[in-house]
């Protein structure tokens, strides 16, 4: 008989609106305090020290408008967030402080959270949608250098870029894009050449969220369907599907894979955070905590497996906490 789902570990209240992005801060030594970062539909950025469960700090850069993106760039002082007023802000929160050192204008009116990759010490590429609706382009940090614009081929129809990952299979191997397109595609793009290796269509409709599994050269998307695709990339560098798995109830806000790869985390449309195995997609809990949409799903990088968790942030104005080590 399958164990019950667990309760939350604790609940982070007092965002005052939904929360749409979240990003653990936890792999520094002792006696760092593990963090966890959220951003939130009116704008603020709220830095929650998780021994005390208590807000640290609240950063307000984008002037009110919805945060949906927040990542630390090598360690908890540099943060980079992006939000609906079309801005990339990077900040420097050293010794106590709480200003924007610079910004991108991404002149870009959807959702599409952008993608950081570090390719150097203190030099990262960035992956964002760009004005021109179909369009990504990729700036290396912190010079705003553009190293290239992806554009699709003549006629190719994808819609808007919706959901972006950068990765490399190792520190010195070249750059490489996953993208999810309005169509329902994934593209493969080499970011040094500018061009697109491979493309499938996994979704009737857009794709909300993918990631991606280097090691095994295998990802996985949601959409507003009933059905998360899980496809594999060969190395002829050709994305195919290789299962998919039908939901119980439509939409898929986040997807998110442990970076132990051991498991995955989703969060529903239908308040639902579900994990499941990530060898062979077995459903393994549904954590029912939420009164609205989730809309996102982060795992935390601490060092000490045991105290690795899992947070997830709704509609409902709140942020629960799990720690899902144990049961799986």
């Known amino acids: 008989m399958a164990l019950p789902p667990p309760d939350p570990q604790f609940v982070l209240r007092g965002t005052r609106a939904a929360v749409h992005t979240l990003h653990f801060s936890c792999g520094g030594p002792e006696p760092d305090i593990p963090l966890l970062f959220s951003g939130s539909e009116n704008g603020i950025i709220h830095v929650w020290n998780l021994k005390t469960h208590r807000v640290d700090t609240a950063l307000d850069g984008h002037g009110r408008k919805s945060v949906y993106c927040v990542e630390t760039m090598g360690g908890k002082d540099r943060l980079l967030s992006q939000g609906r007023d079309q801005r990339i802000c990077l900040w ?153 798995h039908e939901l119980v109830n439509a939409g898929i806000s986040d997807i998110t894979i442990r970076p132990d790869k051991k498991v995955l985390a989703t969060a529903g449309w239908d308040h639902r955070i579900r994990i499941f195995g990530w060898k062979k997609l077995k459903p393994l809990a549904v954590l029912d905590y939420h009164t609205a949409t989730a809309h996102c799903v982060s795992f935390s990088d601490h060092r000490n497996a045991r105290q690795r968790l899992l947070a997830a942030g709704s509609k409902d104005q709140r942020i629960s906490v799990w720690s899902i080590y144990a049961e799986t």
């Open 92 to 244: 420097d929160l050293a010794e106590g402080r709480t200003s924007v050192t610079d910004s991108v204008f991404t002149e870009h009116v959807g959702f599409c959270r952008c993608s950081l990759l570090k390719v150097a010490q203190g030099r990262w590429l960035m992956a964002m949608a760009a004005r021109n609706l179909e369009e990504v382009q990729i700036l290396e940090l912190p010079s705003k250098t553009s190293v290239c614009t992806l554009k699709p081929e003549v006629g190719a129809k994808l819609g808007m870029p919706m959901c972006l990952k950068l990765w490399q299979l190792n520190c010195g191997s070249q750059p490489v894009l996953l993208a999810g397109y309005e169509d329902g595609s994934v593209v493969l793009w080499n970011v040094s050449m500018g061009k697109s290796l491979s493309q499938l269509t996994c979704h009737q409709e857009p794709v909300m969220s993918l990631d991606f599994d280097s090691e095994k050269a295998k990802g996985i998307s949601g959409s507003s369907e009933k059905v998360l695709s899980i496809w594999s990339l060969n190395e002829q560098q050709n994305l195919q599907v290789y299962k998919t």
